[in-house]
């Protein structure tokens, strides 16, 4: 069969693939548009889907129990798609395995593929922040954090620095946006999340689970975050501000208490995305 300008993909007959050739084929629509950022922000999530991008990505969230709707994936690329896809199908149907030539790929997608594979998954439904802040001892609070590189890179830190949530404000970006997974590495899936409504409202529930909320702020005259710091506390928020404007007056007037990485150079801060990874790590090491 065909596949879009100058490709062909050949499968084999009774193959578990599904060829497709026209980009505007219907089977596919979950992969339409991937760079069209606020089309897939409003669609992704009142569709209860999320594409996850790449073999290492797709098998995490296989792993992580995430159920597949769909794959779509490159002639090339094949051998990247899970045997997990077939080897646990939901309710004893495995979800389409499509194959589309590079060409056609782009078409559908708006970009060259080029990690070969994409899974449309089902979103979970989301989880109540008072349960989530039960089982939890160290979480990451985010306000208004846009960027999903910015928050992609935030899970990462949060799943191997040991923190064990992560809170968002209610105009913080999708974890689960591709390019938030693929930033993250598949981790979104491993650390759980919840949304913080009303905002900074809210934050009183955590303060309420016994939490010593610590907002990170550069002020001078915030105390300076050190490795002995937040010793006396059991449990620790720490509560990170949006790219730019930093923490919003009303989130920190909510929190315990302030604190600041100390700079040299006359540099103002941190990108917020290492800002939390030095504050994970460093609230990490009391507990070694």
């Given at each position: 069969?065909?596949?879009?300008?100058?490709?062909?993909?050949?499968?084999?007959?009774?193959?578990?693939?599904?060829?497709?050739?026209?980009?505007?084929?219907?089977?596919?629509?979950?992969?339409?548009?991937?760079?069209?950022?606020?089309?897939?922000?409003?669609?992704?999530?009142?569709?209860?889907?999320?594409?996850?991008?790449?073999?290492?990505?797709?098998?995490?969230?296989?792993?992580?129990?995430?159920?597949?709707?769909?794959?779509?994936?490159?002639?090339?690329?094949?051998?990247?798609v899970p045997e997990r896809i077939w080897a646990e199908p939901a309710a004893g149907h495995p979800p389409p395995v499509f194959v589309a030539g590079p060409p056609v790929?782009?078409?559908?997608?708006?970009?060259?593929?080029?990690?070969?594979?994409?899974?449309?998954?089902?979103?979970?439904?989301?989880?109540?922040?008072?349960?989530?802040?039960?089982?939890?001892?160290?979480?990451?609070?985010?306000?208004?954090?846009?960027?999903?590189?910015?928050?992609?890179?935030?899970?990462?830190?949060?799943?191997?620095?040991?923190?064990?949530?992560?809170?968002?404000?209610?105009?913080?970006?999708?974890?689960?946006?591709?390019?938030?997974?693929?930033?993250?590495?598949?981790?979104?899936?491993?650390?759980?999340?919840?949304?913080?409504?009303?905002?900074?409202?809210?934050?009183?529930?955590?303060?309420?689970?016994?939490?010593?909320?610590?907002?990170?702020?550069?002020?001078?005259?915030?105390?300076?975050?050190?490795?002995?710091?937040?010793?006396?506390?059991?449990?620790?928020?720490?509560?990170?501000?949006?790219?730019?404007?930093?923490?919003?007056?009303?989130?920190?007037?909510?929190?315990?208490?302030?604190?600041?990485?100390?700079?040299?150079?006359?540099?103002?801060?941190?990108?917020?995305?290492?800002?939390a990874a030095i504050a994970c790590y460093l609230l990490g090491i009391r507990s070694r």
């Open positions: 069969m065909r596949a879009g300008a100058g490709a062909t993909v050949a499968v084999e007959q009774g193959s578990r693939f599904i060829v497709i050739d026209d980009p505007a084929d219907p089977r596919v629509a979950d992969y339409v548009a991937l760079t069209d950022v606020a089309l897939r922000r409003r669609r992704e999530p009142a569709e209860g889907l999320f594409i996850a991008e790449g073999e290492r990505v797709i098998e995490r969230a296989l792993r992580a129990g995430y159920r597949p709707r769909s794959v779509l994936v490159s002639p090339a690329r094949l051998a990247a790929l782009e078409a559908i997608t708006g970009f060259e593929v080029h990690r070969g594979a994409l899974a449309s998954m089902c979103r979970r439904p989301a989880l109540d922040p008072a349960q989530v802040l039960a089982a939890a001892r160290r979480v990451l609070v985010c306000e208004d954090l846009v960027s999903h590189t910015n928050l992609g890179a935030i899970f990462r830190s949060a799943a191997g620095l040991g923190m064990d949530a992560v809170l968002l404000s209610p105009r913080c970006a999708d974890p689960l946006y591709r390019r938030s997974v693929r930033v993250s590495m598949g981790e979104v899936f491993a650390v759980p999340y919840a949304r913080l409504d009303p905002w900074p409202g809210a934050l009183a529930l955590v303060r309420a689970a016994g939490f010593e909320v610590v907002a990170l702020t550069p002020a001078p005259d915030a105390e300076e975050l050190a490795p002995a710091w937040g010793a006396a506390a059991d449990r620790v928020a720490l509560l990170l501000g949006t790219e730019g404007a930093g923490l919003s007056e009303a989130a920190q007037a909510a929190a315990t208490r302030r604190a600041r990485i100390p700079m040299a150079h006359g540099v103002d801060s941190l990108n917020v995305a290492a800002t």
